[in-house]
């Protein structure tokens, strides 16, 4: 027996088999989910190279949809969430793994950042969420779980995290007021703060490497997480295991986020 058995969901954010939100996946998976799944549109439709990726990742585990749905497009979440009307009735839970920000943006300083720059991040990486819950809230009729994903850059400088740590500032705001809003609509929103694990988007982040060592030398643990260890936490907040739990940023990063200094045992080589 699984903790979501009997439970439907779509999932936001599958790239490739690095991708957080495939190790989410792949537990719930596990757990008995029914899943739906979102990949970004292919710019050219004679060669489906997104959608190829995500399909090879999720038809072997059963995948009840699989559509295209840029996050900055209503049309497309709409789209999206019409087809799992559809295809689930109701559905119970929504992950979401968003976040871009333009290179030059995130490599450069915070005062550097284009008004441009500023503004595609905060709408992908943050206004998504808020996009998602309100369509996702109309298919929850007895409520349910939305979890996204955050990182300790929205609470502490993270030196080349930049304009992505104001993103997750603002996304854990989010997840909040969400939370106090959707609460008496029974459903749940939750964040889950993920130590740096190596994906796609964060090898765009100056510094990761450092970051990981930095992590094995300081995390009370001494070690890094893993996508596997995120999923089994995601599992939590997703299933009715936390049913008392909404507003909330869970930390799967080893403890690091509760330290203030080096332990005197590290070594950053
Ligand atoms: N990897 C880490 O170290 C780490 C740590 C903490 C939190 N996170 C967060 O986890 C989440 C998933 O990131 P990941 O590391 O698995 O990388 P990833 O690149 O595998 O996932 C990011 C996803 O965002 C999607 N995306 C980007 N722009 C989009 C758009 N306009 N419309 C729809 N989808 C779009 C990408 O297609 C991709 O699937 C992100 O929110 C990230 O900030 C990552």
Redesign the pocket.
Known sequence: MGLMDGKKGLV?????D????WGITEELHRQGAQLGF?H?PDKDPASPKMERRVRKLVDPIGAKMVVP????DDADLDRTFAKAKEVFGTIDFVVH????APMEDLKGPVYGVSREGFKTSMD??VFSLMAVCKRAKELMPDGGSIMT???LGGERVIPGYNV?GLCKAALESATTYLAHELGTSKIRVNAL?????R????SAVSDLDVMMKIYNAMAPMRRNVDQAEVGKSAIYLLSDMSTGVTGETLHVDSGYHVMGAPPADAKFD
């Open positions: 936001f954010g599958i790239a490739n690095y991708s957080i939100a979102t970004l749905c840029n996050v900055q793994s968003v976040a871009y992908i990486s994903l955050s990182y992505m703060s993920a130590g740096p694990i994906t796609l988007s964060s």
